[in-house]
């Protein structure tokens, strides 16, 4: 972000977003002829692209994945989904990677205070939690992953620790999503077997910035 952006005020309205958005678009094409190797416009991307990870991660607003990696223009297959679930269109955006451009390396990448686990572990918490289908089909992905570790913690009797449960639930949720990938789809699967895919899970901690990798 560039200081002009930092002094903008905040949009206010759909329109002034839209023109922010504008003009930092304008700003970005004027930085591809600067000798910057970040921003710089490489011409094989016009063409092709050859990145070297495929990141399935979270919609979040604070995750901003090229940014978190310092990767380039074409080095990320980026896949961004809230809570990163793995559902079907995940799937085969993953395939599609591995198999089209022989990437090597799958991340799921969950983080802290992850708003799509939180709501699932409210709606565990609080069964009259309502949310629109469309977000109670999200919440319904996450569940499974949160289910036994919430199950765990009320079967003392004792009151929940709504945030140490979200915690664990990040996690959870994140190796939930690994072995969905890996088992999933048999193309990935027999990649997996050769040795021609790894796929991981990894946590982004918002305060720190630093990524955990999870084994799994």
């Known amino acids: 972000m560039t200081d002009e952006t930092q002094a903008l005020p905040r949009p ?50 604070r995750v901003p ?11 990320l297959f980026v896949i961004r989904v809230a809570g990163n679930v793995v559902a079907p269109s995940q799937i ?10 022989g990437t090597q390396l799958v991340v799921v ?26 977000l109670q089909s999200i919440v319904d992905r996450i569940r499974p992953s949160v289910y036994n570790l919430h199950e765990l913690a009320t079967a003392s009797g004792q009151e929940v620790d709504a945030q140490e449960l979200i915690d664990r639930s990040i996690r959870a949720n994140v190796r939930m999503s690994v072995s969905q990938l890996k088992h999933g789809s048999r ?5 997996v077997s050769s040795g021609k895919l790894l796929i991981v899970g990894a946590e982004y901690d918002l305060e720190t910035g630093k990524v955990r990798f ?3």
Do not use: W
Not at 27 to 42: G, I
Not at 65 to 75: M, P, R, S, T, Y
Not at 92 to 101: D, I, M, R
Not at 114 to 132: H, K, M, W
């Open 109 to 134: 990448l969950g983080h802290s205070h992850c708003g799509a686990v939180t709501a699932c572990v409210e709606a565990l918490i609080n069964p009259e939690q309502y949310y629109s289908p469309n």
């Open 65 to 75: 994945v090229e940014i978190v990696f310092d990767q380039g223009l074409g080095d």
């Open 187 to 191: 193309i990935l699967e027999d990649l």
């Open 12 to 61: 206010t309205t759909g329109e002034e977003a839209l023109a922010l958005l504008k003009l930092g678009n304008g700003r970005y094409v004027a930085s591809l002829t600067e000798q910057n190797p970040t921003m710089q416009k490489r011409p094989e991307l016009i063409t092709d692209q050859d990145p070297v990870a495929i990141i399935l991660g979270c919609s979040d607003a």
């Open 214 to 216: 999870l084994d799994t």
């Open 92 to 101: 085969g955006s993953v395939e599609f990677a591995a198999e089209k451009f």
